[in-house]
């Protein structure tokens, strides 16, 4: 069965510093890959998404993530990370008509 | 409209007890979803219907009933729940079975179960 691997599940870092989340999927084939973000006690939203093309993907709030297909990686970045961002991070697989979700990374971020 | 919208936002029910979950979307979009989020873990698909036709279900007890009436509208029913299905009740919608442009999520039924 397909599956998504988030090894970081708590993050903590002081505003300003450099962010870097870590996703890794099982399947081999084509997948469509996204990062969604749920703010505390709000829905989850779509921060980006990866079909094909440009394994450099912009996503919103600043963030951009990279596909890296020799290593099943998905990884979210972004360069200066705000208070504001202080949320839980999931990344996602569809695949077969199924959106799989990792495990998540809680990020803190301290003024 | 860009927005999947749930109704209730809150619900206590008691075990015996029967109650629904409503989802809805004016997007136009032709999948629909629902999944499940206990605190602190990732959403569980329990349910996928495409054009209105179930297409997925994720072998969830027959305590949990969904419904989708029509294409912008879903329900989850629910009947003699366990203190254990208290969670985040997600519904989510998407542009056909794709899934490319990935899913547009509600804000979510907290249920609990006393």
């Known amino acids: 069965a397909q599956s998504v691997s988030q090894h970081n599940h708590h993050v903590i870092l002081s505003e300003a510093a450099s962010l870097e989340l870590g996703c890794n999927y099982s399947y081999g084939g084509t997948v469509n890959l996204f990062w969604y973000v749920q703010y505390p006690g709000q829905h989850l939203q779509l921060l980006l998404k990866?079909?094909?093309?440009?394994?450099l993907v912009k996503g919103i709030k600043g963030f951009e993530a990279e596909f890296i297909k020799s290593k099943f990686s998905f990884n979210l970045r972004k360069p200066s990370v705000q208070w504001s961002d202080t949320a839980e991070y999931f990344c996602a697989v569809y695949n077969t008509d199924k959106l799989i979700f990792g495990t998540g990374t809680r990020l803190q971020v301290f003024p | 409209d860009t927005e999947v919208t749930q109704t209730p936002k809150h619900l206590v029910m008691g075990m015996t007890n029967k109650k629904s979950l409503k989802c809805e979307q004016h997007m136009g979009h032709r999948a629909m979803y629902w999944y499940k989020q206990k605190a602190k873990k990732p959403p569980e698909l329990m349910f996928v219907?495409?054009?209105?036709?179930?297409?997925i279900n994720e072998s969830v007890p027959s305590r949990f009933s969904p419904e989708c009436p029509n294409s912008s509208l879903l329900n989850l029913h629910l009947h003699a729940l366990q203190p254990e299905d208290s969670a985040l009740y997600l519904c989510?919608?998407?542009?056909?079975?794709?899934?490319?442009?990935?899913?547009?999520f509600g804000s979510g039924t907290r249920l609990t179960v006393v």
């Open positions: 219907y495409s054009y209105e036709k179930l297409s």
């Open positions: 990866y079909f094909s093309g440009d394994p």
């Open positions: 989510a919608s998407s542009h056909g079975e794709g899934g490319v442009y990935g899913y547009t």
